[in-house]
């Protein structure tokens, strides 16, 4: 199948601290994994992506891992701060699906000042 | 994304009615998206298409129907067919291979 767990689904952390979001999919021909941040009311967008031939990528406070042989990938923010809080998912693609993306459900960070 | 222009912002259906949301994009890309997000819940993708005049269905199509004359638009209309249509609506597009990025949404209201 294409679906893909996202856990945990809510997350609260005190500013400063660092917040790990975990995806598992199913589907090993899987190899795009990006992350999207949204806030309230708004669209989604893009703060990190991997490819399926690297197993971690870095920016700034950012970093997302992905282990293909467990078929999970994880989101690490470091540092978090009140304004990191919003909802972020993840998603997979496989590329000769159309580019189709398959979405986590969600997990909604609270950074507590 | 300034590139991705969604419409309205807002849209009101009575039952019955048929409503059509516009999608346009300046960014040259091949594919474009439409995806469904109800309260607390993912994005479900409705259709997608890859090229003019090609596009298939997505994982909840039923009651939805799409349009892809232009490269630049991909309007979607929902039909009084779906029965449960309240929702925000997002487009997306992207170049061959290259991150989809979205537009800022229309939310459609049952009155």
């Known amino acids: 199948g294409e679906n893909v767990e996202q856990h945990p689904s809510t997350l609260s952390v005190q500013e400063g601290d660092s917040a790990v979001i975990k995806c598992t999919y199913s589907?090993?021909?899987?190899?795009?994994f990006p992350w999207y941040k949204q806030e309230l009311g708004k669209r989604p967008q893009l703060i990190i992506d991997i490819r399926s031939n690297v197993g971690e990528k870095k920016d700034q406070r950012i970093a997302v891992t992905l282990n293909k042989t467990a078929k999970h990938f994880s989101l690490h923010i470091t540092e978090t701060q009140p304004e990191d809080s919003a909802v972020y998912f993840c998603a997979h693609q496989e590329y000769n699906q159309g580019g189709k993306l398959i979405f986590g459900q969600g997990t909604e960070l609270s950074v507590k000042p | 994304d300034g590139g991705i222009t969604q419409s309205p912002k807002y849209l009101f259906r009575k039952e019955g009615q048929n409503v059509t949301l516009s999608c346009e994009q300046n960014?040259?890309?091949?594919?474009m998206y439409w995806y469904r997000q109800d309260p607390g819940q993912g994005l479900r993708l409705i259709y997608y298409s890859q090229i003019v005049n090609d596009f298939q269905k997505g994982d909840i199509a039923e009651g939805y129907s799409v349009s892809r004359e232009k490269k630049e638009s991909f309007p979607l209309t929902v039909t009084s067919a779906q029965k449960n249509p309240t929702a925000f609506y997002l487009c997306?597009?992207?170049?061959?291979?290259?991150?989809?990025?979205f537009g800022d949404g229309t939310r459609l209201s049952i009155l």
């Open positions: 589907d090993s021909a899987s190899n795009y």
């Open positions: 960014l040259n890309h091949d594919a």
């Open positions: 997306a597009s992207s170049a061959r291979y290259q991150p989809q990025h």
